[in-house]
């Protein structure tokens, strides 16, 4: 994807504005920049005031939270891709994509890895393992196409679909979901899919079915905390953290959050000890 850079070239967005442009909740505007990635300057009243710079980097992070890439390396990545470059315009002219589980960026005249700062050269379309082959994109589904199909082949074409037709992979889940209530795995991605076009409402309500149907899934219970806080209801959301927690100890994105959400209630003596246990779980590069 080619990260968007701001409108305004005073870059002076305030956090409800930038999750507005780019289509995120104000909740994950504020995680990227605990993580470290973003560093918006602070208006008179302490308010976080972001700009062009930070909008692109936050452009190219929202599309590679969409691929198999976890959050902490795309942090990673996109941080030293920061120290890469020269400046924003730099920086916005930039491609950055994700090729199997690889960050690659491409300035029109070089491919590189920013985590390594390898430089990957191109064989004349030789298979070196660098280039992988274009594989088209699934036909979208017609309305009278698949009857009879089982959940797990509609499962598996959204899968297939969410990265190039998110409506026509929403539609594969609900056909999955049509066939199998209770199938947890379309659950979590529906209600996902629902909570990244700002329907937080509907992605609750997925998320806890999954956790209906498979009690011990600690990414639906994560994913719920994240929803009940862009619904405003922050003591549930800490609820669904911890249980995350307990489902899965070494979940570090629900500690960060679950600090979030204690400082904001309140809870700064929680907050602190969860995010050094984050700290802890990442190791010396949290540092």
């Known amino acids: 994807m080619k990260p968007s850079?701001?409108?305004?070239?005073?870059?002076a967005y305030g956090a409800r504005e930038v999750s507005r442009m780019l289509g995120l909740s104000v909740a994950q505007v504020r995680a990227w920049v605990k993580s470290g990635l973003l560093e918006p300057e602070r208006g008179p009243r302490g308010e976080m005031r972001f700009s062009s710079h930070d909008l692109t980097l936050l452009s190219a992070a929202r599309g590679l939270a969409g691929t198999r890439i976890g959050p902490l390396r795309i942090e990673r990545a996109l941080s030293?891709?920061?120290?890469?470059?020269?400046?924003?315009?730099?920086?916005?002219?930039?491609?950055?994509?994700a090729e199997g589980k690889r960050i690659?960026?491409?300035?029109?005249?070089?491919?590189?890895?920013?985590?390594?700062g390898q430089i990957l050269m191109d064989f004349g379309g030789a298979d070196d393992g660098v280039h992988l082959p274009f594989v088209p994109p699934p036909?979208?589904?017609?309305?009278?196409?698949?009857?009879?199909e089982s959940a797990q082949t509609w499962y598996e074409r959204g899968c297939r679909l969410e990265s190039?037709?998110?409506?026509?992979?929403?539609?594969?889940?609900?056909?999955?979901?049509?066939?199998?209530?209770?199938y947890a795995d379309a659950h979590v991605n529906l209600g996902r899919l629902r909570h990244e076009r700002g329907d937080a409402a509907s992605a609750?309500?997925?998320?806890?079915?999954?956790?209906?149907?498979?009690?011990?899934?600690?990414?639906?219970?994560?994913?719920?905390?994240v929803a009940l806080e862009d619904l405003g209801r922050d003591l549930e959301a800490i609820d669904a953290y911890d249980s995350a927690i307990a489902l899965d100890p070494g979940h570090a994105d629900a500690y960060f959050n679950l600090a979030g959400v204690c400082e904001r209630v309140g809870r700064?003596?929680?907050?602190?000890?969860?995010?050094?246990?984050?700290?802890?779980?990442?190791?010396?590069?949290?540092?």
Do not use: C
Not at 5 to 11: C, E, H, V
Not at 272 to 281: A, D, E, F, Q
């Open 139 to 148: 036909p979208r589904p017609s309305p009278d196409r698949g009857a009879g």
């Open 204 to 225: 609750e309500e997925h998320y806890r079915r999954a956790l209906a149907a498979r009690p011990d899934d600690s990414t639906a219970a994560f994913d719920l905390g």
């Open 164 to 182: 190039t037709s998110p409506a026509d992979a929403e539609e594969a889940y609900d056909r999955a979901l049509a066939v199998d209530p209770e």
């Open 5 to 11: 850079p701001g409108t305004d070239p005073g870059g």
């Open 268 to 287: 700064p003596a929680a907050a602190i000890r969860h995010l050094k246990t984050y700290r802890t779980l990442l190791g010396p590069r949290s540092q």
């Open 104 to 116: 690659v960026v491409t300035d029109g005249s070089a491919r590189w890895q920013p985590e390594s």
């Open 80 to 97: 030293k891709l920061r120290g890469q470059v020269s400046g924003p315009d730099s920086l916005a002219a930039l491609e950055i994509t």
